[in-house]
């Protein structure tokens, strides 16, 4: 309504300012002019609402625990065999036959795999044969020797035919035992044409199928040899465990937390992964629950030694110029002070606290990026 007016204003002065007709009346349309502008001043300004006050923020809180010693250490990862035993043939060679898969418990002895054996078989017979060669020339040497030593005392053959006869039966043999050492090696070529487990344990991956061609020392199965486990963990800060050597670990199923167990550190390992950029711990199971299988997923947790701390979700954090700090709600006057604390420590989700607050005070856990110091707010328990 008043840009039409002013509109239309605008076009009756240019009118009569144009006609000559608004001259002699200039100085009392100005008079006139202003008079407007005053009354459309304080009729826009009658139009405002008298300002309300906000009522305080609301907040969520929570109150301060008791210091307790708090988890140092929290982690997935994984059971596995506390030994496992690659097992390969030692001799080249096509892949048969496989009676295992993954899975299986082997007894020790039992047969895993075998490859081809046509080569072993014929090394093993023409050792057998040599072998035979060497003893029935070894049998002549040592009769023909006999011979010489009856004739040599009545003077019939000569000293050096019967040094003669000796040498031969002595090379005969020494021709024999090099024989018999072939034999024994051909023997040993065919029996390793089947593999078999060392030692009992369970199938834990296959490498080979049947028709593969093997090279000496490949890879066939690999088996977790005794009842051990351990819990693996990659860490990329390992100084967390160091820093609490000897303290028991807590290991629970991540499928079922209410199966749980203990353990101990095993090992750390020296350098850390090349690709991952993580040092591998392993943890040895106190005692096995049936159903920490190998592979199933753990949690593992060990608790913080030396500084105790009050623990408080990690949405509570914010900062005061470059120190941590959490807003705390005064509970006589519900106005937040925000006061630096010093960390113990801190995870993806807790924080922990060594100073700073008190048990029992309330600190705000949510939006603290939005609240000012000294603002008011309300809580859930000022609720009529």
Not at 32 to 54: E, I, R, T
């Amino acid at each position: 309504m008043t840009d039409i007016f002013n509109h239309c204003a605008k076009a009756a002065l240019h009118h009569l300012w144009c006609s000559g007709r608004l001259k002699p009346l200039f100085p009392g349309l100005i008079a006139l002019v202003l008079l407007v502008f005053a009354v459309l001043l304080l009729s826009s300004c009658g139009d405002k609402k008298p300002k309300q006050n906000v009522p305080p923020r609301p907040v969520r809180v929570i109150v301060v625990p008791a210091p307790t010693a708090g988890i140092a250490f929290t982690q997935t990862g994984e059971i596995r065999a506390h030994d496992d035993v690659t097992l390969g043939f030692r001799v080249d060679g096509r892949l048969l036959t496989r009676t295992v898969d993954v899975g299986d418990h082997v007894q020790a002895g039992q047969l895993i795999a075998t490859v081809e054996n046509d080569t072993s078989q014929n090394q093993l017979r023409s050792a057998r044969a040599d072998l035979d060669s060497a003893q029935a020339a070894e049998r002549v040497a040592a009769l023909n020797l006999q011979r010489m030593k009856l004739l040599m005392p009545q003077g019939a053959i000569a000293r050096s035919q019967y040094d003669t006869a000796q040498s031969d039966w002595q090379a005969a043999q020494s021709h024999r035992r090099s024989n018999e050492a072939a034999l024994k090696n051909a023997q040993d070529n065919l029996s390793w044409t089947h593999l078999t487990a060392q030692q009992s344990g369970v199938i834990i991956s296959v490498s080979a199928a049947p028709g593969q061609v093997l090279s000496a020392g490949q890879t066939v199965v690999t088996l977790a040899v005794g009842s051990g486990r351990d819990a693996v963990f990659n860490l990329a800060d390992p100084q967390v465990i160091t820093r609490n050597t000897g303290v028991p670990f807590t290991l629970s199923l991540l499928a079922d937390p209410s199966v749980h167990t203990t353990g101990h550190l095993r090992d750390i390992s020296p350098q850390a992964d090349p690709q991952t950029r993580t040092w591998r711990v392993r943890v040895a199971l106190d005692a096995l629950p049936d159903a920490m299988a190998l592979g199933a997923s753990v949690l593992g947790e060990i608790e913080q030694t030396g500084m105790r701390a009050m623990v408080l979700p990690a949405s509570a954090l914010t900062r005061l110029g470059t120190s941590p700090a959490v807003f705390v709600v005064n509970r006589a006057s519900r106005q937040l002070q925000l006061r630096p604390v010093k960390l113990a420590h801190f995870t993806a989700t807790e924080i922990f606290i060594a100073s700073g607050i008190n048990p029992g005070e309330m600190v705000v856990t949510a939006g603290v990026s939005k609240l000012r110091q000294g603002e008011k707010v309300s809580l859930d328990e000022d609720k009529p």
